[in-house]
Nanobody, 125 residues
Framework: VQLVESGGGLVQAGGSLRLSCEAS????????MSWFRQTAEKEREFVAA????????HYADSVKGRFTISRDNAQNRMLLQMNNLKPEDTAVYYC???????????????????WGQGTQVTVSA
């Protein structure tokens, strides 16, 4: 499966962006589709995940209540709606998929087998 992210950009604090991750090829319903982010100063960190078949969604504490992960069935893509953005949300955002079957393990980036190239999100103060 190849993944391509889009939708990043520059936004002021308090604003919103919607990221998209388009999958070419079939993603198994038992797999997770997830978002991670990375800055030059930090390791890649978990943001949000969902089981492709819809059993769970899971969020990092830092984005809970502000970000929403969802699936666009018509276009075989995953979305991340980001509201009330903060400067600390600035990062390159990556989508990933792989044999991750529970929310408990969805934050372990080592398990994911396919990654996109990333899209830059910059939030100005």
């Amino acid at each position: 499966v190849q993944l391509v992210e889009s939708g990043g950009g520059l936004v002021q604090a308090g604003g919103s962006l919607r990221l998209s991750c388009e999958a070419s090829g079939r993603v198994l319903n038992s797999y997770s589709m997830s978002w991670f982010r990375q800055t030059a100063e930090k390791e890649r960190e978990f943001v949000a995940a969902m089981q492709w078949g819809g059993t769970y969604t899971h969020y990092a504490d830092s984005v809970k209540g502000r970000f929403t992960i969802s699936r666009d069935n018509a276009q075989n893509r995953m979305l991340l709606q980001m509201n009330n953005l903060k400067p600390e949300d600035t990062a390159v955002y990556y989508c990933a998929t792989g044999p991750v079957y529970t929310s408990k393990t969805s934050g372990d980036k080592r398990i994911y087998s396919s990654w996109g190239q990333g899209t830059q999100v910059t939030v100005s103060a």
